[in-house]
């Protein structure tokens, strides 16, 4: 039960904010769960796949804004980045003498976004964002978004809110729903690379069926609260998400550093 309250919780807060989820039980799975990182991404991009099914399906006759073309554009560097971070993800784990390396260097990675992130949202109100129209930026910052995610297994992410609104100039809300929308297109294609490759890690089956049921009830109950809260609430619910994200990681960071030198 523990792993259907993990990915249900991570899911609400993912569907609201539109960071995914992944980015919450990558850490907490590294944390507690007996998994490698492989296993974890795996069942950690499953379970942000199926929310944001259900988070784009609930938020078809949403009041909040899809922008198609920036969106559709955003996703298909995504793709590219995905399939790319895949591929470094996997030249690391082989080039690495432990695996606690690997999860050493993907909490840094994320400790250092997130407080990136946390910072620029604290500022936020003092920063003018730009209105970017060029196809070749966008597509760009897609493939640094989607290779970003993958590498680091965690679907999505803060630095897409981020990114949505500095170059895009979106709300909390809108940045919320085409950041879900971004992730779908990077985890289906992720989620069919490393099936068409038999990357399939070995896990208990009823484990998945709990987080995709977490990912399922989590993308319903947050697209629920989602049209009621109002964009400070969203703000205030990112803030405090972030919060815990970078305790998380820097307690992962710790024990992964003290496993390397013990």
């Given at each position: 039960m523990g792993y259907l309250l993990i990915s249900l919780l991570a899911s609400i807060a993912g569907a609201i904010s539109?960071?995914?989820?992944?980015?919450?039980?990558?850490?907490?799975?590294?944390?507690?769960?007996?998994?490698?990182?492989?296993?974890?991404?795996?069942?950690s991009g499953t379970t942000v796949f199926s929310m944001s099914v259900v988070t784009l399906i609930r938020n078809r006759k949403s009041e909040v804004n899809l922008n198609r073309a920036t969106a559709g554009l955003l996703a298909a560097g995504s793709i590219a980045g995905g399939l790319t971070g895949k591929c470094v993800f996997d030249l690391v784990?082989?080039?690495?003498?432990?695996?606690?390396?690997?999860?050493?260097?993907?909490?840094?990675?994320?400790?250092?976004?997130?407080?990136?992130?946390?910072?620029?949202?604290?500022?936020?109100?003092?920063?003018?964002?730009?209105?970017?129209?060029?196809?070749?930026?966008?597509?760009?910052?897609?493939?640094?978004?989607?290779?970003?995610?993958?590498?680091?297994?965690?679907g999505g992410g803060p630095i897409n809110l981020a990114i949505l609104y500095f170059f895009f100039s979106m709300d909390s809300k809108t940045a919320a729903l085409n950041s879900i929308y971004i992730i779908f297109f990077s985890q289906i294609t992720n989620l069919i690379f490393t099936t068409l490759s038999g990357r399939i890690p070995d896990f208990?089956?009823?484990?998945?069926?709990?987080?995709?049921?977490?990912?399922?009830?989590?993308g319903m109950i947050g697209s629920h609260f989602s049209r009621k809260m109002s964009h400070r609430a969203v703000d205030r619910l990112f803030m405090g998400v972030m919060a815990v994200i970078i305790a998380i990681c820097c307690y992962n960071f710790a024990g992964s550093a003290l496993l390397i030198l013990s």
């Open positions: 539109g960071i995914g989820g992944g980015v919450i039980i990558k850490p907490v799975l590294d944390t507690l769960s007996p998994f490698d990182v492989v296993t974890i991404s795996f069942l784990k082989i080039r690495v003498e432990q695996i606690a390396y690997v999860t050493l260097i993907q909490s840094a990675l994320l400790i250092l976004l997130t407080l990136f992130v946390f910072v620029f949202t604290l500022k936020k109100e003092s920063i003018t964002p730009r209105h970017n129209h060029r196809i070749s930026v966008t597509l760009l910052i897609g493939f640094i978004l989607g290779c970003l995610a993958s590498f680091l297994g965690i208990d089956p009823p484990i998945l069926a709990m987080m995709i049921g977490g990912g399922i009830m989590g």
